[in-house]
């Protein structure tokens, strides 16, 4: 199979958008301070200052593992504990780096449809125990859009703010694919994070087209203390800062960023569109965003595998997951769904 065909598996095989490259490319001219004292990495902060409506804190590291462990670790003392979605990516797929980086704080999982916490399942963890043999919860970590392709409306992030509010926790949200979730139901970056409750933010800029970087963005000033100490510490301090920062200038100032992430969802729309008119395929969650969630059978998944299709059965959750990103072409989408009816069609007969 041609490698430079886009596979399904992740958003992170995509390569890097035109808008993100451009920047780069003008960011590589003669020298410039480093550590971030540049004027890239100026304007690309004052960039998210202007799009969240508020003036908060921005950090630029190397990757989504650093940036929500990081963030978390500036939100919880080790003795501390964080609540999150059993599926969370925090707890799947982090190899326990949150709990690496703020010396032992623990997370406590909590079950709810859809890959989406409820106000009732953090309350509920909130009275498991309140004794000091246990780790005090401190914050909430939502993930937007969840790792199941779903989407936290704002009642819901405002349901969940007042329960945060009530027992004194923060909300970190994890935005891997924020992006998409902002296209999804037409909601302002301001409206779903800090008017609705969120304290800190890691935007993803490497599912969104760039070739590396994240942003930690504090809107709560205070708890962002010392976090550039935090972030050379951890090995995550970008000499060449500005490296990271023009590309996001890039997707910012173009809106590249919005452009993107409206491509790879209507690229899932239209995927489980074509899915839904085969026999034998079963779509297991809401496609709120740029994934799309199935059922297959285990034969035509060997089968599809066979052909070199890259995708991922799973945690958690079971089923096939189908991700598509910024450069998802129609004709891809059609020759997949073409191999899985195949598929099917021979394990029918």
Known sequence: MDSNLEQFASDNSSGICPEALEYTIKANQG????????????????????????????????????????????????????????????????????EFASNGSKLLLAKGQNGKLTPDAIEEIINKRADIH??????????????????????????????????????????????????????????????????????????NGMAMGEAIIFFNQA??????????????LASKMRFIAAPWLGLLETGAWLKNALHANQCAEYLENQLLQL??????????????????????????????????????VGGVRFMCSWNTTQARMDELVGDIKEAIGRINN
């Not at 949200?173 to 890691?202: H, Q, Y």
């Not at 708890?223 to 995550?236: I, N, P, S, T």
């Open 279 to 316: 026999e034998g395929v079963e779509i297991m969650f809401p496609r709120e965003a740029n994934s799309v969630f199935v059922k297959l059978p285990e034969l035509a998944i060997a089968q599809l595998r066979e052909k070199n299709w890259q995708f991922y059965t799973f945690i958690g």
């Open 31 to 98: 020298s410039v301070p480093a550590y971030g004292n540049d004027i890239w990495t100026q304007k690309a902060t004052d960039s998210f200052r202007e799009l969240f409506e508020i003036d908060c804190e921005i950090f630029f590291v190397f990757n989504g593992t650093a940036a929500n462990s990081l963030a978390l670790a500036s939100l919880c003392q080790s003795y501390h504990s964080v609540i999150c979605h059993e599926t969370a990516h925090i707890e799947t797929d982090e190899c326990g780096a949150p």
């Open 134 to 207: 246990y780790p005090k919860p401190k914050v909430i970590s939502l993930t937007q859009a969840t790792e199941l392709g779903t989407i936290y409306s704002i009642d819901e992030l405002i349901a969940i703010k007042s329960m945060a509010k009530k027992c004194n926790l923060k909300i970190h949200m994890d935005g891997a694919r924020f992006a998409n979730a902002v296209v999804s139901i037409n909601k302002s970056p301001a409206e779903l994070t800090w008017k609705s409750g969120v304290d800190v933010l890691c935007f993803c800029g490497t599912k």
């Open 223 to 236: 708890l962002a203390e010392d976090f550039a100490y935090r972030c050379k510490q951890a090995g995550q």
